[in-house]
């Protein structure tokens, strides 16, 4: 699993890069940040929600 960050419409995004396909987090979970920024600020919080998110 990669973080990444993207634009779409606009706005960016925050998603994860999971065998080739990129997958929004907050499409995945509401509570996860929606930028890198509050993500990394919120590191201790929400880090495992991604790994349990993990789509396959």
Known sequence: MKLV???RE????LAML???QL????DLHPELPTTM??????????IDLPKRSTPG
């Open 37 to 46: 920024h509050m993500f990394l600020q919120m590191w201790e919080e929400v």
């Open 10 to 13: 606009d706005v960016d995004q």
């Open 18 to 20: 999971v065998n080739g």
């Open 23 to 26: 997958y929004n987090l907050q």
């Open 5 to 7: 960050t993207y634009v």
